[in-house]
T-cell receptor
Framework: AQSVTQPDIHITVSEGASLELRCNYS??????LFWYVQSPGQGLQLLLK??????LVQGIKGFEAEFKRSQSSFNLRKPSVHWSDAAEYFC????????????FGTGTRLQVFP | DGGITQSPKYLFRKEGQNVTLSCEQN?????MYWYRQDPGQGLRLIYY???????QKGDIAEGYSVSREKKESFPLTVTSAQKNPTAFYLC?????????????FGDGTRLSIL
């Protein structure tokens, strides 16, 4: 069955440090891939998405993600983290032949120290 | 501004009681979704609807019911059959049939048992 794995439940970084959040998917063909961010008690906000083309995707708030087919990964990166980036991050995928369902990873909680 | 409105933000249910969570969108989206979020489990799909007067079960539909009488509204009823209803509930919408568009989320309703 199709799935998304976020291996890191909780990550702590210092403000100004670089960040990489891992995401692996299982699907034979190229899926649609998304990263969402959730602040406490809030809904999810889309950071970026990948459908095809350039494997390095730029998003909002200075985030980017790289699709690597050989590793079945779609890791999220930011060169310099701000305290306001502290939140929970979800990777999600959607199969190309079904446009109505998202499959979410279990999320990675990011904590930022000053 | 267009968006998704969920109400109430907090809801309490007594044993044996049905409760209804509201979700309204003014994005003119055809498709709407309900997710349940539990700590450490990511988001799980309860029900979704791609068109008015039609909806399908998601992965965890037992104990829940929905209706889709209007395009902009997709209320979720948590019935007394749902034995563990305490969770954060998120409503989402997307343009149906446009598979390169992400889902947009409301700010959620937190349901607790009295």
């Amino acid at each position: 069955a199709q799935s998304v794995t976020q291996p890191d439940i909780h990550i702590t970084v210092s403000e100004g440090a670089s960040l990489e959040l891992r995401c692996n998917y299982s699907y034979g063909a190229t899926p649609y891939l998304f990263w969402y961010v959730q602040s406490p008690g809030q809904g999810l906000q889309l950071l970026l998405k990948y459908f095809s083309g350039d494997t390095l995707v730029q998003g909002i708030k200075g985030f980017e993600a790289e699709f690597k087919r050989s590793q079945s990964s779609f890791n999220l990166r930011k060169p310099s983290v701000h305290w306001s980036d502290a939140a929970e991050y979800f990777c999600a995928t959607r199969r190309r032949e079904y446009t109505d369902k998202l499959i979410f990873g279990t999320g990675t909680r990011l904590q930022v120290f000053p | 501004d267009g968006g998704i409105t969920q109400s109430p933000k907090y809801l309490f249910r007594k044993e044996g009681q049905n409760v209804t969570l509201s979700c309204e969108q003014n994005l003119n989206h055809d498709a709407m979704y309900w997710y349940r979020q539990d700590p450490g489990q990511g988001l799980r799909l309860i029900y979704y609807s791609q068109i008015v007067n039609d909806f399908q079960k998601g992965d965890i539909a037992e104990g829940y019911s929905v209706s889709r009488e209007k395009k902009e509204s997709f209320p979720l009823t948590v019935t007394s059959a749902q034995k563990n209803p305490t969770a954060f509930y998120l409503c989402a919408s997307s343009p149906s049939g446009t598979d390169n568009q992400p889902q947009h989320f409301g700010d959620g309703t937190r349901l607790s048992i009295l």
